[in-house]
């Protein structure tokens, strides 16, 4: 995890994608296919520059939901299992970047006390390329800023391939709609997958405070990790 880049690009293209629901809407079977163009807003002589590239993907996945509250949840958990296939699909040849990507987001929140709650997410991903180009940087995962390693900065982002991040939340309500927390947030990144170490990662931790307006929760951190930084965000992390 001691790579940091930012890449910067735009992306152009559509996607879409349909879903069956089974058990009253708890679980979601998903399907998609997205097609995107890729290019950087760099020139060729910067160090972050990559030559254009297309994706044409298809994705899948499993969603289990049993929460109070979608917004803001004190109690039940939500897991999410995707995988999308890239380039070529049944030895068929579809166009573009040739990849493999697979990603589980799991959260479990419940009461500790009243008023309250405790909450823990867990994120695995993975990126595996086989096209043999350097040209899809972006396509990798970052680990820094307001929604995953809160004492690092969002514009100096671990890099990598394969990543995994653990954010704890323990949730008090202050009443009048204020809701106060204490974090931490641990995780680390890496080109391979047996870079990714469980004793040498990256670790933050700090308080906030939420206001749950009608648009949902209005988010203010302080976070202590590489910096100390204050994070303003809308929606809770997890």
């Not at 708890?26 to 997205?34: D, N």
């Not at 289990?64 to 299992?81: C, F, R, S």
């Not at 047996?194 to 670790?203: I, K």
């Not at 009608?214 to 929606?235: C, M, Q, Y």
Request: net charge negative.
């Amino acid at each position: 995890s001691n790579q940091r880049r930012v890449f910067e690009n735009v992306r152009f293209g559509y996607s879409f994608g349909f879903e069956m629901d089974y058990f009253y809407n708890k679980l979601r079977h998903q399907f998609g296919y997205k097609q995107e163009n890729v290019q950087s807003t760099k020139v060729s002589s910067d160090s972050d520059y990559f030559s254009p590239y297309k994706i044409h993907s298809f994705q899948t996945g499993l969603v289990w939901t049993q929460l109070d509250n979608l917004v803001n949840p004190t109690v039940g958990e939500y897991a999410k299992l995707s995988y999308e296939k890239g380039g070529r699909l049944l030895g068929v040849d579809i166009g573009g970047v040739v990849f493999d990507r697979w990603n589980i987001n799991m959260a479990r929140f419940f009461p500790v006390f009243d008023k309250m709650t405790f909450g823990t997410r867990f994120l695995l991903g993975a990126f595996e390329s086989q096209s043999g180009s350097d040209t899809f940087e972006p396509e990798g995962y970052f680990l820094g800023g307001t929604y995953s390693l809160r004492g690092f900065k969002d514009s100096q982002p671990f890099y990598g391939n394969y990543e995994y991040l653990i954010n704890t939340e323990l949730r008090v309500d202050m009443g009048a709609g204020f809701q106060g927390a204490l974090f931490c947030d641990l995780g680390d990144v890496g080109s391979e997958l047996s870079e990714l170490s469980l004793s040498n990662f990256q670790f933050s931790y700090g308080i906030g405070v939420r206001y749950i307006s009608p648009i949902g929760p209005i988010r203010v951190d302080l976070a202590k990790g590489e910096d100390t930084i204050i994070h303003f965000g809308l929606g809770q992390v997890f």
